[in-house]
């Protein structure tokens, strides 16, 4: 059995990938509605630490395909570090094919494009990013920590250096005060990245979130699950993609959704207009406890 520093998080699609912790925690970790990581102090794990913890692995688990590289944000290790892992990983696990990674905005902000060419050129093939809102005042409301256009900058800059790209944004996080600008200043960033895959994950503010403290006192009201609705509808139709897998089948969500985009928007949004016209779901309350 593996050690972890836990709690341990990955995306959904990596659920047949062995995790390896190469850094503990989030390098930011002050974003308002998000508590995964909160209970850590961020840590990078040093070169000595991971080849370890490779070599340890690797006797056990040698026939590996792939590989997710945890905790919050990896992307943020040293290049240098990153670049003697991978290349460690490939020459320890014959049968390895993928590598993917979680990376914060600011990680890829922090690194040059010929680092982020050169980790592409090292078998790294995967980065999940979180873009969450492309409003500038609910990025700053949540301390994202980056604007729209830093968060274009970031997505941009890792698609050039040929990196596959997922992303993922959260229906309702700007509350019933602002789920028109939410939807649409979000389409518009996600629309100039053009990421790989894009996924809704949907809010829920878990205890110890400074954002349900928000909520508590009135100051952010949650959407209700046909408000959500309504918002990802204009979201989707706001959206200017190509080629792009789109996903709305995290646990969180109250609704799944699955299609190609721009290429079955128009099927898309008429499944969704036929779910806005069931009137149960117009008297479905807010549950935060959805996930419980
Ligand atoms: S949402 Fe991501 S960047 Fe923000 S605190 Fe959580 S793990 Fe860190």
């Not at 490779?54 to 590289?69: D, G, N, P, Q």
């Not at 200017?240 to 721009?262: A, D, M, Q, W």
Request: hydrophobic share 35%; aromatic share 8%; glycine share 6%.
């Amino acid at each position: 059995m593996l050690e972890f520093d836990y709690p341990v998080y990955r995306p959904p699609s990596e659920s047949y990938s062995l995790i390896l912790q190469v850094s503990i925690g989030c390098s930011h970790n002050a974003c308002t509605f998000c508590t995964m990581y909160k209970s850590k102090r961020y840590r990078q794990k040093t070169w000595s630490e991971i080849q370890q913890l490779i070599a340890e692995t690797a006797k056990k688990y040698s026939r590996t395909r792939r590989i997710f590289l945890a905790d919050g944000d990896a992307l943020s290790l040293p290049t240098q570090t990153l670049i003697q892992t991978l290349e460690s990983l490939y020459s320890s696990f014959p049968s390895l094919e993928r590598v993917s990674i979680y990376g914060g905005p600011k990680d890829a902000l922090n690194k040059t494009a010929a680092e982020l060419k050169s980790l592409k050129e090292k078998g790294l093939n995967l980065v999940f990013l979180g873009i969450e809102s492309g409003s500038n005042i609910i990025l700053k409301e949540v301390k994202k920590g980056v604007s729209p256009q830093e968060m274009i900058e970031a997505g941009q800059k890792l698609k050039n250096a040929g990196l596959k790209l997922s992303a993922t944004v959260i229906s309702g996080l700007g509350g019933k005060m602002h789920w028109e600008k939410h939807a649409i200043e979000t389409a518009k960033v996600v629309s100039a990245i053009n990421p790989d895959y894009l996924a809704s994950l949907t809010l829920v503010l878990q205890d110890g979130a400074p954002m349900l403290e928000k909520m508590e006192r009135g100051e952010i009201q949650m959407l209700t699950p046909w408000e959500v609705l309504k918002e990802t509808r204009l979201y989707i139709e706001t959206l200017e993609l190509s080629g792009c897998t789109y996903r709305s089948n995290h646990v969180s969500n109250y609704f799944s959704l699955s299609c190609v985009l721009n290429e079955e928007k128009e099927a898309t949004l008429k499944k969704i207009d036929q779910y806005l016209a069931d009137p149960h779901l117009k008297s479905l309350p807010v549950d935060n406890n959805r996930m419980l």
